[in-house]
């Protein structure tokens, strides 16, 4: 027994030598290779769960008017799965997205590719995505009442995209008839400008009703960024002193808000001025919004393919222009506008 404990004393006196020292270490780092990947596929499982769950719950809000989480990976139909929208007759399956190619475009143009594992969280498969081509691809929402705004109403517009490359006009959506100085008309868009003349490179454009706002500077490098939220916001705050409403526009850049903007509209007489919004609403020419595109006036960029004796916004007034040309795997839009602390919850959500 005494030799026993004596051994042990010495043991324990002794520690360990170094080539002990060197296994272990290497069994700790093998052991870490192991449980990283491990490690990494748990936490961006839950990201995505967490995301899941929050857009579920933002489809339940009375003022979100169209939810798409392209979660469906396969098919021509995004499902909009807004649960009980504040508008009236309300069926979400009008505002539905249907996967479009535009006819003036040759066949053999590639359409668009659902991307499985292309999407946000994208190393483990968890989320889909939709690549558009930036030729001729967009996705139409055919329902209108529950997206048909005035400068009295308040309005959000939130989704995640992920450019392949900025080019002039790339544009994630719109509800916008853009023509001539003289007959032009939008209620809410946003576009790209990286070469905005004497306002600046890289910035980013909106029209809100007979507004047009430029952003001189987003802080983001677009085609290096992978993905970013961008966000619209309209909020109105009142009446002029004509009498006519006023409101507040703001633009986002994953949750920030981009601040003050130039007021460009007398620069783009053709996308927000003249007619404003009315030739959009559905006492005018009642025009659809479109992801993934800028609508635009026939008869004034495909004159050759206008014909005034036919009736029908989409069947002769809109033509498509200035496609986007990216992925895209989430789309919101809300009949209200959504505070800074909310647009922020969204993005802290939705980031990767």
């Known amino acids: 027994m005494k030799t026993v404990k004596t051994l042990k004393r010495r043991i324990l006196r002794r520690g360990f030598n170094f080539i002990e020292i060197t296994m272990a270490v290497l069994l700790l780092a ?4 192991i449980m990283l990947p491990a490690i990494s596929r748990a936490k961006d499982r839950a990201k995505f769960v967490r995301w899941f769950a929050f857009n579920r719950q933002c489809a339940n809000d009375p003022a979100n008017i169209v939810n798409f989480n392209f979660q469906e990976g396969t098919g021509n139909t995004l499902n909009n799965i807004c649960a009980g929208a504040d508008v009236e007759n309300f069926k979400a399956y009008e505002y539905d997205g249907h996967l479009m190619k535009n006819n003036s475009t040759s066949t053999t143009v590639n359409n668009f590719q659902w991307i499985k594992s292309g999407g946000r969280w994208a190393k483990y498969g968890y989320k889909y995505a939709l690549q558009f081509n930036g030729v001729d691809t967009y996705i139409l929402i055919p329902g209108t009442q529950g997206l048909d705004f005035s400068p009295f109403d308040d309005f959000t517009v939130l989704c995640w995209v992920k450019f392949d490359k900025l080019g002039l006009g790339d544009c994630p959506f719109s509800k916008s008839l853009w023509g001539t100085e003289t007959d032009a008309a939008c209620q809410y868009d946003m576009y790209s400008n990286p070469y905005a003349g004497t306002y600046g490179q890289g910035s980013f454009d909106v029209d809100v009703f007979t507004t047009c706002g430029t952003w001189l500077d987003t802080h983001v490098n677009f085609n290096k960024a992978n993905w970013v939220q961008l966000g619209l916001r309209y909020k109105h705050t009142g009446l002029d002193a004509s009498g006519d409403p006023t409101g507040q526009i703001t633009s986002f850049i994953n949750g920030q808000a981009l601040g003050d903007f130039l007021n460009t509209t007398s620069e ?10 009315k030739a959009c609403s559905g006492s005018g020419l009642n025009v659809p919004l479109v992801l993934g595109a800028a609508g635009c006036y026939r008869k004034y960029w495909s004159p ?4 005034k004796t036919k009736v029908g916004v989409l069947s002769n007034e809109l033509i498509l222009k200035f496609f986007f040309k990216g992925r895209m795997d989430e789309f919101l839009l809300y009949k209200r506008a959504l505070s800074d602390n909310e647009i922020i919850g969204h993005y802290e959500m939705g980031k990767e």
Do not use: C, E, F
């Open 30 to 33: 093998i052991l870490m290779a």
């Open 268 to 277: 783009n007489p053709s996308t927000a001025s003249a007619t404003g919004w």
């Open 304 to 307: 050759a393919t206008y014909d």
